[in-house]
């Protein structure tokens, strides 16, 4: 009798670890199973993106690192796909080994060294973002702190939360860390602006909807809009040729490209801009300023 008791309590915890990976491996399913609604959402802002990529001239990077960066992290997703499989035949193995021992032994070695696999896949590419990362700021050490933009200071905000004023959105936020010094200053504003107080010399010949009659400029309006170090203040800001400006086709969106990385590759090195308001500053399109006095 105390035999066959052992031999049913063996069965018993069996079926309860068979019954603990089954409902593991469900879990796993839908924690990794794509909600369709946040994918259509990632969809539709990774297009916008694109939309002011292209409208605004500014290219998706294909240098060196940038390539091998993506055949890296391709190879890595596929070799975490392989190694989540392997994981979830396993727990099937363990839960049809039928008091097969040598089964259940097999799947546990396969579910640990799954596990193992993946934990290395999640360094590799730790790893390999930390190192791309540098390549992309243009070297060991240094960078660019943004300090935001407002008129006539920084940004009182993050972008997404600016508030009942003209500006919509900017990039880097408001006290940014470890910007790329190849990094862009976009900022997009609720209304379409007039492009002659942003880019220096451009003349839209009172057609600013139509752009085929344009006077094109790309200089930086540095009467209106100052970009400069901290350290240097305002009086060393960047000249309208050092700075490259273009906008998307509802003129609210730009993209502030300076012609040299800012920063420095060796130290920190916090930047500001400034947007002057009043008349002789930034305008919208109906002539307005978007700033106040």
């Known amino acids: ?5 052992t031999t049913r309590r063996t069965g018993v915890n069996r ?29 539709d802002a990774n297009q916008q993106v694109q939309n002011v990529e292209q409208a605004a001239g500014v290219q998706t990077p294909n240098d060196l690192p940038t390539i ?25 193995l ?4 039928g008091g097969d021992s040598e089964k259940v032994v097999t799947a546990q070695k396969w579910i640990r060294n799954g596990i193992i696999g993946l ?30 933009l407002v008129p006539g200071g920084g940004f009182s905000t993050a972008a997404g939360a600016l508030g009942n004023g003209i500006i919509e ?15 862009s200053i976009i900022i997009t504003f609720k209304q379409p602006m007039k492009l002659d107080s942003i ?22 309006n540095d009467a209106a809009i100052k970009i400069y170090r901290l350290d240097a203040g305002e009086e060393q800001a960047l000249t309208s040729d050092r700075v490259r400006v273009r906008f998307t086709d509802d003129r609210r969106t730009f993209v502030f490209r300076p012609v040299e ?16 308001p009043g008349l002789d500053g930034i305008l919208i399109e109906n002539g307005n300023p978007a700033f106040p006095d």
């Open 119 to 148: 934990l290395i896949i999640v360094a590799a590419f730790a790893i390999t973002q930390f190192i791309l990362g540098f390549f992309a700021d243009g070297g060991f050490g240094g960078g660019v702190r943004g300090d935001g």
């Open 15 to 43: 079926f309860r670890y068979a019954s603990i990976v089954a409902v593991f491996l469900l879990a796993a399913f839908f924690v990794f199973l794509p909600d369709t609604s946040a994918l259509a959402q990632f969809s």
């Open 261 to 276: 990385y800012l920063g420095s590759s060796t130290v920190e090195v916090d930047y500001k801009v400034a947007l002057k």
């Open 169 to 183: 959105t900017h990039y880097p936020m408001r006290d940014a860390m470890d910007v790329a010094r190849n990094t």
């Open 1 to 5: 009798m105390l035999r066959n008791v």
């Open 94 to 97: 363990w839960m049809t080994a």
């Open 68 to 92: 091998i960066g993506r055949l890296i992290n391709v190879f890595l997703g596929l070799l975490g796909i392989i190694l989540v499989i392997i994981i979830l035949y396993a727990g099937f």
């Open 199 to 220: 880019i220096a010399d451009y003349n839209d010949n009172g057609t600013p909807e139509d752009r085929s009659d344009d006077d094109v400029t790309e200089g930086l």
